[in-house]
């Protein structure tokens, strides 16, 4: 497994560092902003072997021109992206060995048309799934579709439970608020939202969530649930006869909580 630590960016973002089995190197995965990545290797003598992109959102790339320009490295991300400082394109069950480790990269538009993810599927599963998945949320569709957000969901669901999920954004408490409003009774929400609070009031980040949690807490992972059901039903203010139609309804309703 990656050793993973969280370099912060902007407001609300996370630039992951990955460091495997080659000692001085690291990977970063979504830099938006070079000067971050910059300051952490040269307090940790670093050297930087590797970029990963999930989508093309300045905020995820912005930093990568600078980081390339102090020295070349490969940049991993989407075959079919419109951002061009890629160098490694990856396809949809593409696999690629950085640092020791492997990584499985799985086409999860929604988000954007481009999005992917990397899961390290060692027996301490890892995902960096950009803004594909939050916890207890997901990304907005600004490209994709409701069908295909509940296909890059099922996908999420089939990983194993312990995987440790690495989104790229702080969103955790107003993700909660809105799982709570669609599932005011669950135990499960208040009790990962106090946590919540605790660490934020500490500084500290929400992040990793994992998929056993989100299985628990997250309303776009359980579109099969009675209750979500229910409340995106009452909420659209109609009938609505399918997985597809519950997700899109849910993310109409998160769009404007």
């Known amino acids: 497994m990656f050793s993973v630590t969280p370099i912060a960016a902007f407001q609300d973002n996370y630039i992951w560092a990955l460091a495997g089995s080659v000692p001085g190197e690291i990977a970063v995965v979504d830099p938006g902003d070079a000067a971050p990545v910059f300051a952490y290797l040269k307090a940790h003598n670093l050297k930087l072997a590797a970029i990963l992109i999930t989508h093309h959102h300045p905020d995820h790339t912005g930093g990568v021109t600078d980081l390339q320009a102090a020295g070349e490295v490969p940049v991993y991300g989407p075959a079919n992206s419109p951002f061009k400082g890629i160098t490694q394109p990856l396809n949809d069950n593409s696999e690629i060995s950085l640092l020791g480790e492997t990584l499985r990269i799985a086409a999860v538009p929604a988000h954007t048309l481009d999005h992917i993810s990397y899961f390290q599927p060692d027996d301490k599963p890892q995902l960096f799934c950009g803004d594909s998945l939050f916890l207890a949320g997901c990304g907005r569709l600004f490209e994709g579709d409701a069908e295909q957000l509940l296909a890059a969901m099922n996908y999420f669901k089939s990983l194993p439970g312990e995987t440790q999920v690495?989104?790229?954004?702080?969103?955790?408490?107003?993700?909660?608020?809105?799982?709570?409003?669609?599932?005011?009774?669950?135990?499960?929400?208040?009790?990962?939202?106090?946590?919540?609070?605790k660490l934020r009031e500490e500084g500290k980040p929400t992040?990793?969530?994992?998929?056993?949690?989100?299985?628990?807490?997250?309303?776009?992972?359980?579109?099969?649930?009675?209750?979500?059901?229910?409340?995106?039903?009452?909420h659209a203010g109609a009938t609505l006869n399918s997985e597809t139609e519950i997700i899109a309804s849910l993310r109409k309703w998160k769009d404007n909580f």
């Open 207 to 234: 992040l990793p969530s994992n998929l056993a949690q989100e299985l628990q807490i997250n309303p776009f992972m359980r579109t099969s649930e009675r209750q979500v059901a229910a409340a995106a039903a009452q």
């Open 166 to 197: 690495y989104c790229t954004h702080e969103y955790s408490l107003a993700n909660l608020r809105f799982a709570a409003a669609v599932e005011p009774q669950s135990s499960a929400i208040q009790s990962v939202t106090e946590e919540s609070k």
